[in-house]
């Protein structure tokens, strides 16, 4: 019989063979002069694949924990798959093919001649990828959102635009960099032009208006939607269920603006705490320049405090950087890269410094701790660490577990006193009220026939964000459907299991043993992370 172990092994390796890029970035050998495979045959082959492990992992009876894992993962993988998302999305980073790869690429750093070569081989095959997918695209049924085809042609003509283009990655031998710049210049960038072309003339005449957003305007959208929110949550939730939490929330987080927001600006209704924030010019950065210090100077905060609520903290430190000039109009606020395994790159918090006088700077605590230290750094990089586990085990893209421990981490800074003042507190609302409100806007869009204004002006009355972020933010929905569900429900259950591990051990309750406890196995679905606290408690007990 196939062990657990096995089993994990195999499934990444489905895995790494459909995105042969992440594979890179993560420091998995093999892979590095591919790209993706784009057509619709290669999908299929995806999910034979992964349905054929999930089959024989609930079969053995070896490593519990990894075979639950192998089993979500691999069910995730053919939902995924089978989503056929990449025939509709074109200018959100997390599901749009050209724009997921125009941001991923420069951050390759070849580490020898051999390395440098499988790289120019790999932007060799840009022309047949660009047609593959052009031709599927082509074929498909399903009419995209006209204004995000447009924002994917305006990325393409920034990308054409730039003298120094961000695909000459470094290179150590002097001919291959030569090398690379011909074939930018003779095959790559015409492929992207090409491409582009395609998509201004073919793509976007058929695009749906921002009034049918949604995967209920989509033929089986519904039972799609209902496919991603289970693959994204790990839970049986439905939209019509996390719409009605959503709303409870945000009724719920009122009260804590107007606590909190009376020691700030004095006594008044939580609708006016949220108008001062967003109204008050003095909470907007003035430079770049600042935004980037203030991260670093939270994340080292973060950093030496730590110790008091991790018995195990990573052994590499969080780097910050910006978000690179060609990719911020259309990337979001901040996110975290990965380290490489190889060591090749560090862990790094980007923050996105475009526009930077219209971004406001209450939340920016809130998104360093969320992004950076105790949240995805610590989380990620100490799953780095746990070299005894199959490495699905420490890469698994649990959505609920990443983003829903990211977003614990948040609440749990001002646990730790890490919070600079009350108004970063009020920050840390604000990043509260955006993840509820997710949970009413995206089954908004997706499940109750929401249009794209009626998002906008949901977040204008109860998430803390200026027009940039929230229109960023409503399109990511539309174009990553149920992924932002994620983050609030998997707090919600992190936030339960620590309550009733409370509970249950009384004075015997260890903080730092419960958070190496969740972060010690690597992403978990709820039900299993669920099940590994309830025998910690009975062992405990």
Known sequence: MTTARELADDLLAVAMDADPVMATLMGVPGRDDKLPDPSAEADREVCRRAEGIAELARSGEDDPVTRAVVVQQAVA????????????????????????????LPLIRPADD?????????LSGFPRYLEALAHRQRGSSRRPVAHLVAAAVARLDRYLAEDADPLAIPLRDTALAAECAVLLETSVRPAFARYRDFLRTEIAPRGRSADEP????????????????????????????????????????????????????????????????????ALRWATAEEMLVLAEETIARAERAAGDWFGTVPAARCAVAAVP??????????????????????????????QAEQRDRFSAEATAFHEGVPGHHFQIALAQQLTDLPLLRRFASIEAYLE?????????????????????????????????ARLVVDTGIHALRWTRQQAVDYLRAHAVMPDVDIFSEVDRYIENPAQALSYMVGRLEIQRLRGEAERRLGDRFDIRAFHDLVLGGGPLPMAVLADVVDRWCDSAG
Do not use: K
């Open 77 to 104: 993988l053919a939902r995924r798959a089978d989503a056929n998302l990449i025939e509709h999305t074109h200018a959100e980073g997390l599901n749009a093919p050209v724009a997921l790869l125009l941001n991923a």
């Open 114 to 122: 051999r390395a440098g070569r499988a790289y120019l081989t790999r």
């Open 214 to 281: 949604g995967l209920c305007w989509l033929t089986g959208g519904g039972e799609l939607y209902a496919d991603l929110i289970g693959m994204y949550t790990t839970t049986d939730h439905t939209a019509e269920q996390l719409h009605r939490i959503g709303l409870d929330l945000i009724e719920a987080l009122d009260r804590e603006y107007e606590e909190i927001g009376a020691r700030v600006f004095g006594p008044i209704p939580a609708d006016r705490v949220r108008a001062r924030l967003l109204d008050d010019p």
């Open 325 to 354: 000039e060609s990719d911020a109009p259309n990337a979001p606020l901040a996110y975290y890269l990965d380290p490489a395994l190889d060591g090749s790159r560090p862990g790094t918090y980007f923050v996105n410094t475009h």
């Open 404 to 436: 829903g421990w990211a977003l614990y981490t948040e609440r749990l800074a001002d646990e730790m006193g890490l919070y600079s003042s009350d108004v970063a507190r009020l920050g840390m609302l604000s990043a509260d009220s955006l993840r509820a």
